[in-house]
């Protein structure tokens, strides 16, 4: 391998390179590795998310800032505002130029309110602020307004942890392939919960392509561009998040639905969910919205490495007791609805913890800006000790960083891993990860490891799409730092599609999945590496298969009539070489097996609609600003 350029040490903490991290040392852990004592519990069905991992944790103290509505031109008066010269990412941009130019836009939706937690008094009510739903928007650009019409809008539901982020190359790959007779479009939804995270020293960062910025921002208490980080949100201040389960979430999406006019949706309007969003957009495909059912305004429903699993079964998974006071799912824990309510509202990953997004995030800054540097970074370091599964960390440039933390052959986390290259410059050994699987790390801690990215059919995706996706656009990024537990309990309650208006779930908590057996749309289906168990196996959705065979592809729709035997009505590909998150992140190029899947999906669409159009104007919707937004900084 040819010699690495000289290196450019960064010292990234005003504590300099040696010493641990704040908030994360123990008394006689001088690396600054938090051990979690006792047996780690397995991950479960990702489709399903690893709920029962939610643990009480007490997290730093303080308010958190939160940059909501950078994306508005809205103020307020009594908050440190940017210095002159600073500009946010912009709310609509040219993000790829080509045959098909692409522009993306980001906009809010006013959502329901919830209802407070019934426990509490204080924090109990949503904040108006966090009544609504963040949507990116990918469309042709025409360079003038209106916009193109469009033959098929997809709607992406992240996963388990997911944001809108992490749909950016799919996203991209739809509308690159809108033909002349009509537009695709691609709306990535970003959940209320990711309206809580202060997103400000990443877009600072962004807009002036400097890493050390997020990083003084989130871990060195420096006040940047008016604004100063106040630390993880603690648990007691988001009592209201104890409320966001499948209801809210199902509204939520209900409202950026509406925003297609009624007589074009069952035309046009398809739903994609990924993982535990797979789970999520069937349930609104079956959901009782005072009669009308969700499935009869789709066009089509895609199902990416995720389903329920349980659809068309005569029981329910578990009785109401065990809903509201804990259901213990094999090994892998017990949660219930109080707890929920009393303690746990957000999902906390073990060993890592809440830090671990703004230092994920500012190393694929880094990635991207800086890839071949080192960089001295002693918060990150604690997170790489746990992710690659030693002490004695070797010299990484960032890329290698990103590469060892997110690349099958390296990630503890299967369900956010990526194809993405090989590491260069050292050797490696075989270890067995946190969740059994026989992983790849460094094993000389004193030579200097990159990472290189041989574009083959094996590899799907670009260190480069990984890195952008963690930090592109205003208040964006790959990831849920306060995904709410609620939502994966209501989840595995209403996973048959099938229950009764007089079931405990739709009766006592509204989870109204009540017509999963006349779904009468087209559907198609992924497997990859987790609702394929691994294989890519395509029986992973012979449940749903078998929910809706006898239900012919309904009236008014292009392919009315079609069986449930016919590919066309429902379409189920398996891919074992792929990753659970390659679908989302798979770089677009000739030849390459996620290209065949992303033309696939396409063609699904285009076989399910209509030729024509239609001109979707979205006029955003800005929040009241209100006594209960003095701590949100716009």
């Not at 001088?30 to 939610?54: E, I, V």
């Not at 959940?191 to 003084?216: I, M, W, Y």
């Not at 065990?322 to 090994?331: A, E, L, M, R």
């Not at 739709?506 to 987790?530: E, S, W």
Request: hydrophobic letters at 40%; one cysteine or more; charged letters at 20%.
């Amino acid at each position: 391998m040819p010699k690495l350029p000289p290196e450019r040490l960064h010292v990234g903490s005003k504590r300099g390179p040696f010493l641990a991290p704040r908030h994360a040392v123990r008394k006689g852990d001088p690396d600054g590795l938090r051990l979690l004592r006792g047996k780690l519990p397995k991950y479960g069905p990702l489709n399903m998310s690893p709920t029962w991992f939610a643990t009480r944790s007490k997290r730093r103290a303080g308010w958190a800032s939160l940059l909501l509505l950078a994306t508005l031109p809205l103020g307020c008066g009594d908050e440190p505002q940017p210095q002159p010269g600073y500009m946010p990412p912009p709310t609509s941009t040219l993000v790829e130029q080509g045959q098909v130019a692409i522009r993306r836009e980001v906009f809010l939706v006013a959502a329901p309110s919830p209802a407070p937690n019934p426990l509490l008094v204080e924090n109990a009510a949503t904040p108006p602020q966090y009544n609504f739903v963040r949507v990116v928007r990918y469309r042709v650009d025409t360079g003038t307004e209106p916009p193109r019409p469009a033959r098929a809008i997809m709607l992406l539901m992240p996963g388990f942890l997911g944001g809108a982020g992490s749909f950016d190359p799919l996203a991209r790959a739809l509308v690159r392939r809108s033909l002349s007779d009509g537009a695709i479009e691609a709306w990535a939804i970003d959940r209320r919960s990711n309206l809580l995270e202060d997103q400000h020293g990443l877009d600072v960062a962004e807009v002036k392509q400097d890493p050390e910025l997020a990083r003084r921002y989130y871990f060195t208490g420096d006040e940047i561009e008016g604004r100063r980080y106040a630390g993880v949100r603690p648990q007691d201040e988001l009592a209201f998040v104890s409320e966001w389960g499948l209801k809210t979430t199902v509204e939520d999406l209900r409202a950026v639905v509406r925003l297609i006019p009624q007589a074009e949706r069952r035309a046009r309007l398809f739903l994609l969910g990924h993982s535990l969003g797979a789970s999520i957009v069937e349930q609104y495909a079956a959901w009782d919205f005072a009669g009308t059912a969700g499935y009869s305004e789709l066009a089509g429903l895609v199902l990416i490495d995720g389903r329920s699993g349980i659809e068309g079964s005569a029981k329910l998974p578990f009785g109401e007791d065990d809903y509201v006071n804990g259901v213990t799912v094999g090994s892998f824990g017990r949660v219930g609805l109080s707890q929920i309510r009393q303690n746990d509202r957000y999902f906390v990953l073990p060993l890592l913890g809440g830090d671990v997004y703004p230092v994920t995030a500012i190393s694929a800054l880094r990635a991207a800006f800086s890839p071949t540097e080192i960089v001295s970074d002693p918060d990150r370091d604690v997170a790489m000790r746990v992710l690659i599964g030693r002490r004695d960390l070797p010299p990484m440039t960032n890329r290698a960083i990103v590469g060892f933390a997110f690349d099958e052959s390296s990630c503890n986390l299967s369900f956010a891993s990526v194809s993405c290259g090989q590491s260069v410059g050292g050797p490696l050994e075989e270890y067995s990860g946190v969740l059994g699987t026989k992983l790849l790390r460094p094993a000389d801690p004193t030579a200097t490891y990159d990472w290189q990215e041989p574009l083959d059919d094996a590899q799907a995706t670009t260190l480069g799409d990984l890195a952008k996706s963690w930090f592109s656009g205003p208040s964006l990024d790959f990831a849920e730092w306060y995904f709410p537990v609620r939502l994966t309990l209501d989840a595995m309650t209403a996973g048959t599609l099938t229950m009764k208006e007089t079931d405990w779930p739709v009766a006592r908590f509204g989870l109204r999945a009540l017509h999963g057996a006349k779904l009468d749309l087209p559907i198609y289906a992924l497997a990859t590496q987790l609702a394929g168990k691994g294989t890519g196996d395509p029986q992973a959705f012979e449940s749903l298969r078998s929910l809706v065979s006898a239900v012919p592809i309904g009236p008014g729709r292009p392919l009315a009539g079609t069986p449930r035997s016919e590919s066309a009505a429902f379409t189920v590909r398996a891919d074992d070489k792929l990753t659970h998150i390659d679908p989302l992140m798979g770089h677009d190029r000739p030849g390459s097996r996620i290209q065949g899947f992303y033309q696939s999906l396409v063609e699904f669409m285009q076989k399910s609609s209509p030729h024509g159009g239609i001109v979707i104007q979205v006029a955003p919707t800005p929040p009241a600003v209100t006594p209960a937004t003095k701590r949100s900084v716009f």
